[in-house]
């Protein structure tokens, strides 16, 4: 019968789990100068969304929700070629209507394959209503 042995592979592989257990013990949880965008840490559902297609408009959306203070609005405006300053209007005008009923607004301006007005209400406030 043949003897098998372990050398220096077993111990090496000992080594490094412990050097990686080591290090990852040291590295902090976020990087210190991160920059924090103000977006949730978590993915969270949204709760309600409105797209500029609907019927209705977003001041009547706004007006058929329930408010909490723990909400934020996201609004993206999308814009096909040529219409970046349309679409910025748009969401300038969404910012205001937010405004009015005291709501915290995000926005994002991306480029589409087409225009449109997304408007995402979800309890994903990161000063969760305090001001």
Known sequence: MSQITYGWQVMLADLSMILFLV???????????AADYGLPAQPVAPGAVFRSSQEHSLTRWLDERARDPRQMLTVTGRFGPGERSLIAEDVAVAVR?????????RTVI????????????A????DHGQE
């Open 97 to 105: 209507i937010a405004d009015r009923r005291d709501l915290a607004v």
């Open 23 to 33: 290090t990852a013990s040291t590295v902090p949880a976020a990087p210190s100068g």
């Open 110 to 121: 991306e480029p589409g394959v087409r225009s449109e007005l997304v408007a995402v209400l």
């Open 123 to 126: 309890f994903d406030r990161t």
